[in-house]
């Protein structure tokens, strides 16, 4: 079965860390691949998406990802945490079968100051 | 260039009543697409609609039905309400037909069903 799994449903960085999230899909064939944040009482905002051209893609805020195919992963990252990065992240994968989105469970990003 | 705007912003409904979300798309897309996301889950869909008519569909029972018009807004309905129905639904536009097959979010409509 299709799915989208995101490791870790909490991060907490320090401002100005690195931020990882990590996302892994599972499918033989790559999908189209997305980031988007949520912030609280809000809908998703797209972040960034995945669709062939370049592994690396880079997003609003800061953000990038890279498509890594042998690893099945599509990892998100930002150099430096600000404190308006606090959210919830969410991985999606699109398969050409029912024009669904896939979401993995999300992970809530805190920064510390 | 008008995002996606969902409509009633919150409701309260009673076990065993029905409820009508509504939601319009942004400008230029074709197609809506609607989630429910249960308290810290990620969005599951429920189903799509293109064309005014049901274009995949997640796994969610018949009490979970939509409509599209032929401005591409788009209608929820939920039928025989349950407790666990309680969540936020979020409706997502699109444009199908050119490759790109990201999906533009709503606010989302919160549904208490108590």
């Known amino acids: 079965a299709q799915s989208v799994t995101q490791l870790g449903s909490h991060v907490s960085v320090s401002e100005g860390a690195l931020v990882l999230l990590r996302c892994n899909y599972s499918?033989?064939?790559?999908?189209?691949l997305f980031w988007y944040v949520q912030y609280p009482n809000q809908g998703l905002q797209l972040l960034l998406k995945?669709?062939?051209?370049?592994?690396l893609v880079k997003g609003i805020n800061g953000f990038e990802a890279e498509f890594k195919k042998s690893e099945t992963s599509f990892h998100l990252t930002k150099p430096s945490a600000h404190m308006s990065d606090a959210a919830e992240y969410f991985c999606?994968?699109?398969?050409?079968?029912?024009?669904?989105?896939?979401f993995g469970q999300g992970t809530e990003l805190s920064v510390k100051p | 260039e008008t995002g996606v705007t969902q409509s009633p912003t919150h409701l309260i409904k009673t076990r065993g009543q029905q409820v009508t979300l509504r939601c319009s798309s942004q400008?230029?897309?074709?197609?809506v697409s609607w989630y429910q996301q249960a308290l810290g889950q990620g969005p599951q869909f429920i189903f799509q609609?293109?064309?005014?008519?049901?274009?995949g569909r997640g796994n969610f029972p018949p009490r979970f039905s939509g409509l599209q018009f032929p401005n591409y807004s788009s209608e929820l309905n939920v039928n025989a309400l349950e407790l666990d129905d309680s969540a936020l639904y979020l409706c997502?536009?699109?444009?199908?037909?050119?490759?790109?097959?990201?999906?533009?979010f709503g606010p989302g409509t919160r549904l208490t069903v108590t």
């Open positions: 499918s033989s064939v790559p999908p189209y």
């Open positions: 999606a994968a699109f398969y050409n079968q029912g024009g669904k989105l896939i």
């Open positions: 997502a536009s699109s444009l199908s037909g050119t490759g790109a097959h990201e999906q533009y």
């Open positions: 400008s230029g897309h074709n197609t």
């Open positions: 609609y293109y064309r005014e008519e049901e274009n």
């Open positions: 995945y669709t062939s051209a370049a592994t």
